[in-house]
């Protein structure tokens, strides 16, 4: 018997010390992960400081050369011409505000109707099926689209309309619109999805239909997280590059026309990158100018989706 006592405690002993062991190793990396996290959102905000420093200064560098007058007001934008060029962002301003327009009045009405179906009149079965179809949507390259609005949405918008040029603002716009409709719909659907039951059953109850339901409870009580959906992917617009690089062309224009050749502000920054401008000369440091613009139109519009979402929001 004192043997199998001694055995017995022995082997007690023996988990007490995994167990101390175990807990021991839990609580190095207990300790460890926090910092791991810490040194990522170290990175990543020091990588936004350095990009936000990187554009500063190089363009401050590019306002020693060009007046802020002059790059703001300036309606004519030819930083290519052989005598004194001329560097009004206004044409690129008007390329770029064109397509985003064109974007979201394609995607807007299109984004709500899937959300509202996916959130009010699909099956479970069809939610799993439509959702990640258009996940997939959204993950096809920006060339691809680029490509697929000058082959084929373009043609097709010239039989309709002859007078459209080959490279204008209404079929990528078209196409950007195509682009941002599943962040609106998946955005959108989450944020009517986590409307209570109880209203909708309330609202059933009272006779309501599905279609009065969705337009009276869901998108009154989802407005904010529908609306920073429609900021946010009118901000993905903004900055979309390959498909008005391919095509949009390469002509800034300040009008409303949407059947000319337009440049936005990024297909610009894509032009001179590709070698037309040598290192250190003044439409090389424009690209910098530029980009910082097209940076601020980015951060207002993330701050606006940002205030929309806090002050619509709605608790339950």
């Known amino acids: 018997m004192n043997i199998q006592q001694e055995e017995k405690a022995f082997s007690v002993q023996e988990l007490i010390q995994q167990k101390k062991s175990k807990s021991k190793n839990k609580l190095k990396s207990e300790k460890i992960v926090p910092v791991i996290l810490l040194l990522t959102a170290i990175v990543s905000v020091l990588t936004t400081i350095g990009i936000v420093v990187t554009l500063f200064v190089e363009t401050t560098t590019f306002f020693s050369h060009v007046s802020i007058k002059e790059f703001f007001t300036a309606q004519k934008w030819y930083p290519f011409s052989e005598t ?19 974007a979201a009045v394609v995607a807007v009405p299109i984004g709500l109707a899937v959300a509202i179906f996916l959130s009010e009149y699909a099956s479970d079965r069809t939610r799993r099926v439509i959702k990640p179809i258009l996940e997939v949507l959204a993950g096809v390259p920006t060339i691809v689209y680029g490509f697929f609005a000058l082959t084929f949405v373009t043609p097709v918008l010239r039989e309709m309309i002859p007078s459209l040029q080959i490279f204008n603002a209404l079929s990528p716009g078209i196409v950007i619109g195509i682009m941002i409709t599943p962040m609106i719909a998946s955005l959108s659907e989450d944020a009517m999805s986590s409307v209570p039951k ?50 949009g062309g390469s002509t800034p224009n300040l009008s409303f026309d949407v059947t000319s050749s337009i440049q936005t502000m990024t297909a610009y920054i894509v032009q001179v990158s590709q070698g037309d401008a040598g290192y250190g000369t003044t439409i090389y440091y424009s690209i910098y100018a530029v980009g910082f613009t097209l940076f601020i139109f980015t951060l207002f519009m993330n701050m606006l989706a940002q205030f929309i979402s806090k002050r619509f ?3 339950y």
């Open 84 to 102: 004194q060029g001329s560097y009004g962002i206004l044409p690129l301003i008007s390329g770029t505000l064109k397509v985003a327009l064109i």
């Open 198 to 247: 109880v209203m909708k059953e309330g609202a059933y109850a009272l006779g309501a239909t599905k279609l009065e339901v969705a337009i009276k409870i869901v998108i009154p009580a989802a407005v904010s997280g529908i609306v920073a959906s429609i900021v946010l992917a009118i901000s993905r617009a903004i900055g979309e590059t390959m498909i008005v690089a391919v095509a």
């Open 313 to 315: 929001r709605e608790e």
